[in-house]
């Protein structure tokens, strides 16, 4: 279990995480951490390993704050909602949520990861598709390409990887947070130390009360 790293996060660069989760049993399934540049679609890391949900949850953390506060999408099906608590716990400060019409009350709730159904699956697998076939990736992750090739649907639809399908899952999820990157809720936060509302500020000529405030007109002040 360990980091595979191609790209190491820029400072002016955003990013997203598309995390596969499972059981952590030594011969089972794998979880998977999946790390696309959003600027470039490069992939830019990839963890991959047996582990239990909830320890899990303490390497996609820090790999989502070393990659900036990476957009984090954690597959909410299964083991993936004790990933996704475990992850609220220790505050993650940017994990996917949908907003949900709770039927009941008629009141709009948030439901956090993404949850895979017969619906959604291959809305997902299409979107990879896609964005693979116009270039829109890199996958650096040989490993990745060999499960993209075993990667098939058959005649009823149903879409699997032999023997495992883990990366191919963690990438769609990653590569649908492309859309979601940029809406209000998840924006990266933009340092304004170069914008034009800093310039602004800058030349505002308005008496602060600490005298030695910078950006005041008279920095040096009375006593």
């Not at 704050?65 to 996704?84: F, K, M, P, Q, R």
């Not at 996958?139 to 075993?150: G, P, S, Y």
């Amino acid at each position: 279990m360990s980091l595979e790293v191609w790209a190491e996060p820029k400072i002016r660069s955003a990013y997203v995480m598309g995390v596969d989760t499972a059981e952590g049993l030594k011969h089972g399934d794998y979880s998977c951490i999946q790390v696309l540049d959003i600027g470039t679609g490069e992939q830019a890391a990839i963890w991959h390993g047996h582990i239990a949900p909830d320890l899990l949850a303490e390497d996609v953390l820090a790999v989502g704050l070393w990659y900036n506060d990476a957009l984090c999408c954690v597959e909410s099906n299964n083991h993936g909602l004790t990933t996704i608590t475990e992850l609220r716990h220790l505050g993650y400060p940017n994990l996917f949520r949908r907003r949900q019409l709770n039927n009941v009350n008629n009141r709009i709730g948030q439901e956090y990861g993404w949850k895979t159904t017969r619906t959604s699956k291959p809305l997902m697998i299409d979107d990879l598709s896609s964005a693979l076939r116009n270039w829109e990736l890199q996958i650096n992750d040989k490993h990745t390409v060999a499960e993209l090739r075993t990667f098939t649907r058959n005649e009823r639809g149903s879409m699997s990887g032999s023997p495992y399908d883990d990366r191919v899952m963690a990438l769609a999820l990653a590569n649908q947070m492309r859309k979601y990157a940029y809406e209000p809720e998840y924006a990266p936060k933009v340092d304004d130390y170069w914008t034009v509302d800093w310039f602004a500020r800058l030349g505002d000529n308005t008496p602060a009360e600490n005298p030695h405030q910078i950006g005041v007109h008279n920095v040096r002040g009375t006593l």
